[in-house]
Structures are given as C-alpha cells and as structure tokens.
C-alpha cells in the first residue's frame, strides 16, 4: 500500500494533479470563513459557540457549506445551490423533451446540460442569498434563542448593504462551480463531489471533539467504533451490485465480424445515491418552516397546528417524525430510480445492437425482466437508505448527540461514495503509467 503511494507521488503529472486539487480545496476553505461585508463576525461566532447545533431548518445547508452557511461567508451557500439544479435538471428530462435530447445528443448535448444547470444555479443562488439575508436581518438565523448578540448579525441594515451582500453570495457560489470546473479538468476530476467532501469531512474534527467534550472519552471511543463499522457497512453496500448477464450474436459488416461477447448490466443496490435523503429531508423541513413563520406574537397562544408540528416535526427525535422521514426515503428511492434507469430504452438499445440476455426474449420482456429485478434490488437499498439516514436521529433519541454524530445521514454517503470514486480515478490514473494500480 505504501509502495503505490509512493508511485502516486514520484509520478510527475499526477503529482501536480494532486497538488492542485489540495491548493483549490485550500482556496475553498479559507473562503468559507471570510465573512460577507457589514456581518458582525464577533456576534456571529458568539451565535454559533452558545448554539452549536441547534441550527434546526438550516443544517442539511449547513452540512454542505462545511459550517460556512451560518458563519455568513462569502462562500456561505457552499454547494447547495449546484446540487439543487442538477437535481431539477435531471427530474426535468422527464417533464421537458428537449432536455432529454439534449441527454441522448452526446458530448455537445451535455454541454448544453451543463450550461442550463449552471444558470440555474446563480438563480438558485441569488434566491437562497436573499433569505438568508433576510432571515439573518430578522434575528431568526440561530431561532428564538432570547441572546441579543443573535438578532443583531447586521452591521448595516441599508437596502444597499443588503443588496451587496446577496451580490457577494451569489459570486461566491459562481466562484465555487469554477473551483469545481478546475479541479475537474486540471485535478484529479470529481471537483463537485470532492469540494462537497471537504465540506463535510471539514466538520469532522469538531463533531468527535464535541462528543468527547460533552458525553466523556468512553462515549467517544464507541461512537469511534460505530463510525467505522458503518463505514465498512457503507462501503460493503456502495460496491454491491447485481450483474444481469448480455450476449451479444455475432454480424457481419462488410468483411468484419463484430459482435459475439458477452458482458453484462451493472445494477447497484443503491441506485439513487443520497438524493432521496435530500428529498425527504427538504420535504420534511416545510412544515417546521411554516410553523416557525407562524410564530404568535408575545402574550398570545399558538395555533394548534403549529404547536402539534412543534411538537412532532421539529426536533426530530420523535418517532412519528423518524417514521415518516423512513417512508419518504423509500418512496424518493423508487421514484428517482424510476427517472434515471428507463428499462424500455435499455432493452430497445441493447435490441438494436444485437444484445439480449440469456433465457428473455429481445423487446418488450427484456424490459419487463429488468423492471423486475430493478424493483427488487431497488426494495433493500431504499430500506439501507432509511436506517443510514435514522442514525443521527436515533443518536439524538438516545444521547441527545445528533449534531454532534457524523457517521450517518447525507454526510457518511457522501464521504464514502466520493472517497471510493477518486480512489478509482487516481488507480486508473496510474495504472496508464505504470501498468499497475493503487489497487490490488
């Protein structure tokens, strides 16, 4: 293992690539705590130390922005904005033809893509900076926590101090999608992924050092083994797959013979990666968000249905809450499958090449039998999905550590997905210079 690291290092062209992916992953947190003009950055870290994970609405978003999006950074919205595009990008090939065209057209269709989402990402951008203006303006960026330091963020509440605030956010996250577009082309590729990596591995440290503050060594050194028995249980599962076995009969082209291989359809247990925990997440975030800017004024009673989501929908250590949130991944799961696998036109494509698999006819009940595995493999990773994201819940319900628990929701499926795919990228990397990878 130390020997192929070394290969990694001694190998000139790589060693740049990775040397400039670590100077941009650097450039993006240092970034993450500059703070945006007219914050009181003393208030702001006065916040976050009295109300460290107590962030309720704002912590999937501040997950992905590393700790930066309640800092009020310039990087604050981190990237957050370019995941939500990708997503509407992708859900929208279904409602708009020209977008799956644009999919099936190749390397200028996808080009094309790309530039849609990044358009929508500054839109998305300018619309999530100002109401995180707004709310910071309000006081109600860290809740009702009675602490004066919190409801005054501001250091100008002048429309124009607004304005360039919501400017220097939404440049912020321009900013990000080009650090992402570098490391693509000049690192080690992945840069979204990767930059979405270092945000969350950047809360890390704090998390296990906040355990180990409030709960004693021993608590952490079992929170330590749980981490790394759900990692290997997360990379067990990353790495499964079902294999559909495909012949190809042989044709003649001219003199040429082509055809007569077999290979085969990988279809991974999950699919859907950690979209449907973003999914359900957001969704369950609405009605906390109703209630919170539904809040009564002083000397008067709440309504009842703000008290019950109160009650059930906020804290998340309820079982009705921890209930819901598991269906709603399953169902998430089945439906963004559903989007991104399309068994009709696999079995058209491999029909049309000659492809069939063994014991199905070609057509219709190739994609009938694809169909068929695909929602049974596709039952098992949504229930995987729902207890890997339940973990934090349940750390909350037992320790009252769900801020503090990093090894479980979004964050340890992101760590281990995007860890695996670059440990790929760098393994085939090297092996085109060395014949021999980082794997064995």
Not at 342 to 368: C, H, L, Q, S, W
């Amino acid at each position: 293992m130390f020997s192929a690291i070394a290969r990694v290092f001694r190998t000139p062209d790589l060693r740049r690539k990775i040397a400039f992916t670590l100077g941009i992953i650097v450039l993006y947190r240092l970034g993450a705590h500059v703070p945006t003009p007219f914050v009181d950055f003393v208030n702001v870290q006065s916040c976050i130390g009295q109300n460290e994970g107590t962030e309720g609405l704002l912590s999937l978003v501040n997950l992905f922005s590393g700790g930066a999006l309640l800092q009020l950074s310039i990087f604050a919205l981190g990237v957050m904005p370019y995941i939500t595009a990708t997503i509407i990008t992708q859900l929208l090939r279904v409602v708009i033809p020209h977008f799956e065209t644009l999919h099936k057209e190749g390397q200028a269709g996808q080009a094309r893509l790309t530039q849609y989402t990044r358009y929508l990402t500054i839109a998305l951008a300018l619309l999530q900076s100002t109401t995180l203006v707004t709310v910071a303006r309000s006081g109600q960026l860290f809740g009702n926590t009675g602490v004066a330091a919190c409801d005054q963020l501001l250091t100008n509440e002048a429309w124009w101090a607004q304005l360039l605030m919501i400017i220097t956010m939404t440049a912020g996250t321009g900013l990000i999608m080009w650090f992402a577009e570098l490391v693509t082309e000049r690192g080690v590729g992945n840069g979204m992924s990767l930059l979405i990596f270092t945000s969350i591995a950047a809360t890390f440290p704090a998390a296990m050092w906040g355990i180990w503050q409030a709960r004693g060594f021993e608590t952490f050194l079992l929170v330590l083994a749980i981490g790394i028995v759900v990692v290997a249980l997360v990379v067990f599962v990353e790495q499964s797959q079902r294999r559909i076995p495909v012949q190809y009969a042989k044709r003649m082209v001219g003199r040429r013979t082509y055809g007569g291989t077999n290979t085969y359809i990988p279809i991974k247990v999950n699919m859907a990666g950690v979209v449907p925990v973003i999914f359900a997440s957001s969704l369950l975030y609405i009605p906390a968000l109703l209630a919170q800017f539904n809040q009564p004024a002083v000397g008067e009673e709440p309504a009842g249905w703000v008290v019950w989501i109160s009650q059930y929908f906020t804290t998340g250590d309820h079982p009705l809450y921890m209930a819901v949130y598991f269906l709603l991944i399953i169902g998430f799961t089945y439906f963004y499958v559903a989007i991104t696998f399309n068994p009709v036109e696999v079995a058209d494509n491999m029909k049309r090449y000659g492809g069939f698999i063994p014991g199905i006819r070609a057509g219709r009940p190739t994609a009938e039998y694809l169909d068929y595995v695909l929602t049974r493999i596709t039952l098992p990773g949504s229930i995987y999905l729902g207890l890997i994201a339940l973990l934090p819940l349940i750390a909350l319900a037992t320790v009252d550590a769900n801020q503090n628990f990093p090894f479980g929701g979004a964050s340890i499926l992101i760590i281990v997905g995007v860890g695996l795919e670059t440990v790929k990228q760098i393994d085939a990397q090297l092996q085109q210079r060395h014949y021999e990878g980082l794997l064995r």
